[in-house]
């Protein structure tokens, strides 16, 4: 069999790196999760003080960006990859929905892009690979054999993240949510650098009315049609 690079991009909260990860188990290939490696920028940025409520310093984050190290390394337990800041397993504390009020004004900035996007491209080079966020099937690989743009009503996304987040956190609002799921996908279409689009070759699936499973077995037909 050839390995392919199959590209999952979307609007926030779709499932993306649900089917990502089924899709990966199924086929033996790698799961990226690049949300998570914007989300870890964005927890360093927070811990220096350099981004908040009313201030985003964005000089002062340009300036330590090359000490900042995001990695991967795969939980025996679960068979998935963490991210690792600096060496310290984040995957936890990058969920936060404080992490993702802010992750979409990180991920505007071209040098955070820059240095993102390279290593991303690195780990695609042997193919084999299925790689989720917003601009996969755009700017980090525009000839994957595989694209796939997932969306949902901005109801049920906000939904279903709602569910999730509020077993962490009883304070949580389902307003508040849905509020961050509408900002994010408002900035990250809006950007300058790589935008939110639907690559032109790309299958756009409305997850809406899907089942994980009526899900999934349609993407895996498409893959395996790909392959
Ligand atoms: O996928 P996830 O929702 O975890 O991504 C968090 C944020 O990271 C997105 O809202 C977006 O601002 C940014 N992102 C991006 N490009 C990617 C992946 C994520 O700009 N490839």
Redesign the pocket.
């Known amino acids: 069999d050839k390995k392919i690079i199959i590209a999952i991009?979307g609007h926030?909260?779709t499932g993306?790196?649900t089917v990502a990860k089924q899709l990966a188990k199924a086929l033996q290939y790698i799961y990226v999760?690049?949300?998570?490696?914007?989300?870890a920028v964005?927890l360093y940025a927070m811990r220096k003080g350099f981004i908040g409520a009313d201030h985003f310093e964005e000089d002062k984050l340009e300036e330590v960006l090359p000490e900042i190290n995001i990695r991967f390394e795969v939980n025996p337990k679960t068979g998935i990859a963490e991210v690792l800041l600096n060496g310290e397993n984040v995957e936890h504390e990058?969920?936060t929905l404080d992490?993702?009020k802010h992750?979409?004004?990180?991920?505007?900035v071209s040098q955070v892009?820059k240095k993102?996007?390279e290593q991303?491209h690195q780990m695609g080079v042997e193919k084999g690979i299925v790689?989720?966020?917003?601009?996969?099937g755009t700017?980090?690989f525009p000839k994957a054999e595989l694209k796939l743009f997932m969306t949902a009503t901005a109801k049920d996304r906000a939904e279903r993240r709602f569910l999730e987040l509020k077993v962490r956190d009883e304070n949580i609002t389902y307003e508040d949510v849905l509020k961050n799921v509408v900002n994010?996908?408002h900035?990250?279409s809006t950007?300058k650098d790589?935008p939110?689009r639907q690559a032109g070759d790309a299958i756009k699936i409305d997850n809406s009315n899907l089942t994980l499973q009526e899900q999934f077995e349609q993407i895996l037909q498409l893959a395996k049609t790909a392959i």
């Open positions: 991009d926030s909260s993306k790196s999760d690049t949300g998570a490696m914007y989300r964005t990058i969920r992490v993702s992750v979409s004004k990180i991920a505007a892009r993102l996007v991303q790689m989720d966020g917003r601009d996969i700017v980090v994010r996908d900035i990250d950007r790589s939110l």
